[in-house]
T-cell receptor
Framework: GAVVSQHPSRVICKSGTSVKIECRSLDFQATTMFWYRQFPKQSLMLMATSNEGSKATYEQGVEKDKFLINHASLTLSTLTVTSAHPEDSSFYIC????????????FGSGTRLTVV | QQQVKQSPQSLIVQKGGISIINCAYENTAFDYFPWYQQFPGKGPALLIAIRPDVSEKKEGRFTISFNKSAKQFSLHIMDSQPGDSATYFCALGAGRRALTFGSGTRLQVQP
């Protein structure tokens, strides 16, 4: 249980175009979703926190106009990388809080974005 | 400011040996201490987690030891196998906020 499905797993796009990444909670309602970015051989860095029905909260240094997050339903959150550039190439991972005794977290399988 | 310090950065262990990875933190507000395993090109997967009311938790070959006073916790992998070769991250959680991850440990288990 508590699965987050993330798509696409890999995407290659041209510089200047936009890419949308989707994360769906399959068997639970995800009121809060987190988006992380991971560069090669580095740790996961939090980009933003999204709550269903409200604006996302971005971490310092993350451009909110470049990384658009939409959390319009309890089962879907999307991250759109707008006007992508090669430096945006990274591994993007979503995560959701799992509503159960106490609390826990589940992660998507990640999206490898390559901007050429 | 680095909220969690993870060591070692890399680790080589022989098959059947014990792998030990350590994390230290400063802020006592954290109340959730998980360990994640990540294979290349995949998202992190929860291995085991502990809350500060217990000092040790064991699940199969994986054990977390937690020292609240020292603000340290560690992952022990018993009988390490080549399939355990991956990157391991400790993390800190508090009040349903996003997890804060350690820098990661690349474990290589040699056959």
């Amino acid at each position: 249980g508590a699965v987050v499905s993330q798509h696409p797993s890999r995407v290659i796009c041209k510089s200047g175009t936009s890419v949308k990444i989707e994360c769906r909670s399959l068997d639970f309602q995800a009121t809060t979703m987190f988006w992380y970015r991971q560069f090669p051989k580095q740790s996961l860095m939090l980009m933003a926190t999204s709550n269903e029905g409200s604006k996302a909260t971005y971490e310092q240094g993350v451009e909110k106009d470049k990384f658009l997050i939409n959390h319009a339903s309890l089962t879907l959150s999307t991250l759109t990388v707008t006007s992508a550039h090669p430096e945006d190439s990274s591994f993007y991972i979503c995560s959701a809080i799992v509503p159960r005794q106490g609390y826990g977290y589940t992660f998507g399988s990640g999206t490898r974005l390559t901007v050429v | 400011q680095q909220q969690v310090k993870q060591s070692p950065q890399s680790l080589i262990v022989q098959k059947g040996g014990i792998s030990i990875i350590n994390c230290a933190y400063e802020n006592t507000a954290f109340d959730y201490f998980p360990w994640y395993q990540q294979f290349p090109g995949k998202g992190p997967a929860l291995l085991i987690a502990i809350r500060p009311d217990v000092s040790e938790k064991k699940e199969g070959r994986f054990t977390i030891s937690f020292n609240k006073s020292a603000k340290q916790f560690s992952l022990h992998i018993m009988d390490s196998q080549p399939g355990d070769s991956a990157t391991y991250f400790c993390a800190l959680g508090a009040g349903r906020r996003a997890l804060t991850f350690g820098s990661g440990t690349r474990l290589q288990v040699q056959p």
